[in-house]
């Protein structure tokens, strides 16, 4: 495959570099002449162990070349890839100037050449801006429509090469599956699985990476911190942590939905805290872990309340399903304030309800939460019957075909998405999806 990489930054010139390792003749453009002849010496300005012998070879193999002149690059090539810098301004917003300027030369050569060219947008950007001003501008200035990918990159610096050669995963955004075939192509070879999704989704999975990855770091401190004020070697804890495959460093949890609660997690939480403050220590994450969890909450409330409805079917109240533990349920405080706000709720519940039913003591929710019994209703289709709003609020497998029942004027919010995946269809709402 023939690609002319545009930028050659760390990201355009790691990725040329491998490219051509793989086979793949490659153009590398770049307007600071600087970059290009060092590149053409076979050096790279780019501080990486082993770029300078990648580059070495594919000179000597004749399957890299650089220019400062886009409309040669695109003539000569099939696939154009995108790998210019988009800073920060001072208010955080995201400066696009060096994409739009270079889609705009793309265009433009593009405009000269006859035959299709694909483009490949590995610059950071945030999510709608392939969709909204990329493609409108490559089509424009080359007068014709124009096969578009966004592609992220995954590269750290010092590991680029390794990055790039075994990555953990290549994410593919398009809107046609021609299109991902050809990205994949320039791929041929590499062993990692291909995820295609929508532009959007491609986009921002970049920046929620960059995100857990500093969450993670400050976490590790957080808790390093801590340790040290209680005397406790850090290191062995955090050892300890990362040992757990199953809940701590898996995908566990880390789907969006609402909010947590239990008997554990807000109690540990509270805990943790309060040996931080008996301390005097500041732990910003760890600290407003609760108030972002309220926060939640109240985000459910108000999309249940934009309704305008009174008639609530609650599905689920315990914290999650399988159980009757409604100690700091976030459905409790859900519903709550929807009776506080004058709704009338009713709620399904059949761990709940077959707890109230064991002989014994009286239930959790008798003994500690008695306003919301009279809201208990055995009988899922009845409460479905009544209701304008239907919410639900936990992964029971009773719930999971609920939304074939709805009648005409009712509204499903699921809060945990209980059914992977939905007809698209105005009466079904999610919280965060």
């Given at each position: 495959?023939?690609?002319?990489?545009?930028?050659l930054g760390?990201?355009?010139?790691i990725?040329a570099?491998c490219l051509?390792?793989m086979?793949?003749?490659?153009?590398?453009v770049?307007?600071?002449?600087?970059k290009?002849?060092?590149i053409?010496s076979?050096?790279?300005?780019?501080?990486?162990?082993?770029i300078d012998q990648?580059?070495a070879?594919?000179l000597?193999?004749?399957?890299?070349?650089?220019?400062?002149?886009?409309?040669?690059?695109?003539?000569?090539?099939?696939?154009?890839v995108?790998c210019v810098?988009?800073?920060s301004r001072?208010d955080?917003?995201?400066?696009?100037?060096?994409?739009?300027?270079?889609?705009?030369d793309?265009?433009?050569a593009?405009?000269?050449k006859?035959?299709?060219?694909?483009?490949?947008?590995r610059s950071?950007v945030?999510?709608g801006?392939?969709?909204r001003?990329?493609?409108?501008?490559?089509?424009e200035a080359?007068?014709?429509?124009?096969?578009?990918?966004?592609?992220?990159e995954?590269?750290?610096?010092?590991?680029?090469?390794?990055?790039?050669?075994r990555p953990?995963?290549?994410?593919?955004?398009i809107?046609?599956a021609a299109?991902?075939?050809i990205?994949?192509?320039?791929y041929?070879?590499?062993?990692?699985?291909v995820?295609?999704?929508?532009?959007?989704?491609?986009?921002?999975?970049?920046?929620?990476?960059?995100?857990?990855?500093?969450?993670?770091?400050a976490?590790?401190?957080?808790i390093?911190?801590?340790?040290?004020a209680?005397?406790v070697?850090?290191h062995?804890v955090?050892g300890?942590?990362?040992?757990?495959?199953?809940?701590?460093?898996?995908p566990?949890y880390?789907?969006?939905?609402?909010?947590?609660?239990?008997?554990c997690l807000?109690?540990?939480l509270?805990?943790v805290?309060?040996m931080?403050?008996s301390l005097?220590?500041?732990?910003?994450?760890i600290?407003?872990?609760?108030?972002?969890n309220d926060?939640?909450?109240?985000?459910?409330v108000?999309r249940?309340?934009?309704f305008?409805a009174?008639?609530i079917?609650?599905?689920?109240?315990?914290?999650?399903?399988?159980?009757d533990d409604?100690?700091?349920s976030?459905?409790?405080?859900?519903?709550?304030q929807?009776?506080?706000?004058g709704c009338?709720?009713?709620?399904?519940?059949p761990?709940?309800?077959?707890s109230?039913?064991?002989?014994?003591n009286?239930?959790?929710?008798?003994?500690?939460?008695?306003?919301l019994?009279?809201?208990?209703?055995?009988?899922?289709?009845?409460?479905l019957?009544g209701?304008?709003?239907?919410v639900?609020g936990?992964g029971?497998?009773?719930?999971a075909?609920?939304?074939?029942?709805?009648?005409r004027n009712?509204h499903?919010?699921d809060?945990?998405r209980?059914?992977?995946?939905?007809h698209?269809?105005?009466?079904?709402?999610?919280?965060?999806?």
């Amino acid at each position: 495959m023939r690609v002319s990489i545009f930028g050659l930054g760390y990201t355009g010139s790691i990725t040329a570099a491998c490219l051509t390792e793989m086979g793949h003749r490659v153009i590398g453009v770049d307007p600071d002449p600087v970059k290009t002849n060092l590149i053409a010496s076979g050096q790279s300005h780019v501080v990486e162990a082993g770029i300078d012998q990648l580059i070495a070879a594919a000179l000597r193999r004749r399957l890299l070349t650089t220019t400062t002149d886009p409309v040669s690059a695109v003539a000569d090539s099939d696939v154009s890839v995108v790998c210019v810098g988009t800073p920060s301004r001072d208010d955080g917003s995201v400066d696009l100037a060096y994409v739009a300027s270079v889609c705009r030369d793309l265009g433009g050569a593009i405009a000269k050449k006859s035959g299709e060219h694909v483009v490949i947008i590995r610059s950071t950007v945030p999510p709608g801006t392939t969709r909204r001003m990329i493609k409108p501008l490559l089509e424009e200035a080359a007068g014709r429509p124009v096969r578009v990918s966004f592609n992220p990159e995954f590269l750290r610096e010092g590991s680029g090469l390794e990055d790039f050669r075994r990555p953990a995963k290549i994410v593919i955004g398009i809107e046609d599956a021609a299109t991902a075939q050809i990205v994949e192509q320039m791929y041929h070879g590499i062993e990692a699985e291909v995820f295609r999704v929508a532009y959007e989704a491609a986009e921002f999975v970049k920046y929620t990476d960059n995100v857990w990855h500093a969450l993670k770091v400050a976490f590790a401190n957080e808790i390093g911190n801590l340790c040290q004020a209680l005397q406790v070697d850090s290191h062995d804890v955090m050892g300890l942590f990362v040992r757990d495959t199953k809940l701590n460093i898996s995908p566990t949890y880390l789907k969006p939905g609402f909010a947590f609660g239990g008997s554990c997690l807000p109690k540990e939480l509270r805990s943790v805290q309060g040996m931080a403050r008996s301390l005097g220590l500041d732990l910003p994450v760890i600290g407003n872990v609760l108030s972002s969890n309220d926060v939640q909450i109240a985000r459910g409330v108000n999309r249940v309340l934009a309704f305008g409805a009174k008639n609530i079917a609650m599905l689920g109240i315990s914290f999650k399903h399988g159980t009757d533990d409604l100690r700091d349920s976030p459905l409790v405080a859900l519903v709550e304030q929807l009776l506080g706000h004058g709704c009338d709720v009713r709620i399904v519940d059949p761990a709940v309800m077959q707890s109230r039913h064991r002989s014994g003591n009286a239930s959790y929710i008798d003994r500690y939460l008695p306003h919301l019994v009279p809201c208990l209703e055995a009988d899922l289709e009845r409460a479905l019957a009544g209701a304008d709003v239907v919410v639900v609020g936990n992964g029971d497998p009773t719930f999971a075909d609920v939304s074939d029942l709805l009648g005409r004027n009712q509204h499903l919010i699921d809060l945990m998405r209980v059914r992977q995946r939905y007809h698209p269809n105005e009466q079904l709402h999610g919280i965060n999806w």
